[in-house]
T-cell receptor, first 116, second 115 residues
Framework: DTEVTQTPKHLVMGMTNKKSLKCEQHMGHRAMYWYKQKAKKPPELMFVYSYEKLSINESVPSRFSPECPNSSLLNLHLHALQPEDSALYLC???????????????FGEGSRLTVL | AQTVTQSQPEMSVQEAETVTLSCTYDTSESDYYLFWYKQPPSRQMILVIRQEAYKQQNATENRFSVNFQKAAKSFSLKISDSQLGDAAMYFCAYCRKTSYDKVIFGPGTSLSVIP
């Protein structure tokens, strides 16, 4: 059973649409991540939130807008995407607290995005 | 800059046999974590095994074990008694202890298990 829940599992959108991906974890983790993954490739880091503050933005285009409403939730707002943005979007979390840091990432199942 | 290399894009193993996946990395740090993540066709990526660089003893988790060679910057994964459920993409990964939020993934090895 996954402890990081992502919705929706599949999303098809046009280039003019606005949609959002959602992620939730209840493990008390204080760091949450968005990754983009193309087929048979490793995940590429997009954003990191640490203690609900954006700590890393890997030069992601502004058509992707992250939001962390609270320590359990992470959203990724999508607007005016391009076909090349079609990918699997993975949410992850990690402990991120002092001596408890193990570096382990806990992943959700992902949201498969198709941009037409 | 740190890099992670997996030189075997694809591998296959007979069920019940043993297979070793290779990983090398490059870093100037002395304290870091190394990981093997598994991503089955159902997509959820899970941690298989983790190694702390300052620990000389190789990590083991049931049928999974690593051969950690710090000086050679090598971190291979051995899967014993391979099972059909082991078929997946395997990613070797690295992060600095002081930068746990920046995990660097290798390109991955696709493992097939032949019944």
């Amino acid at each position: 059973d996954t402890e990081v829940t992502q919705t929706p599992k599949h999303l098809v959108m046009g280039m003019t649409n606005k949609k959002s991906l959602k992620c939730e974890q209840h493990m008390g983790h204080r760091a949450m991540y968005w990754y983009k993954q193309k087929a048979k490739k490793p995940p590429e880091l997009m954003f990191v939130y640490s203690y609900e503050k954006l700590s890393i933005n890997e030069s992601v285009p502004s058509r992707f807008s992250p939001e962390c409403p609270n320590s359990s939730l992470l959203n990724l707002h999508l607007h005016a995407l391009q076909p090349e943005d079609s990918a699997l979007y993975l949410c992850a979390s990690s402990q991120g607290v002092g001596r408890e840091i193990t570096g382990e990432l806990f992943f959700g199942e992902g949201s498969r995005l198709t941009v037409l | 800059a740190q890099t992670v290399t997996q030189s075997q894009p694809e591998m296959s193993v007979q069920e019940a046999e043993t297979v070793t996946l290779s990983c090398t990395y490059d870093t100037s740090e002395s304290d870091y974590y190394l990981f093997w993540y598994k991503q089955p066709p159902s997509r959820q990526m899970i941690l298989v095994i983790r190694q702390e660089a300052y620990k000389q003893q190789n990590a083991t988790e049931n049928r999974f074990s690593v051969n950690f060679q710090k000086a050679a910057k090598s971190f291979s994964l051995k899967i014993s008694d391979s099972q059909l459920g082991d078929a997946a993409m395997y990613f070797c990964a690295y992060c600095r202890k002081t930068s746990y939020d920046k995990v660097i993934f290798g390109p991955g090895t696709s493992l097939s298990v032949i019944p």
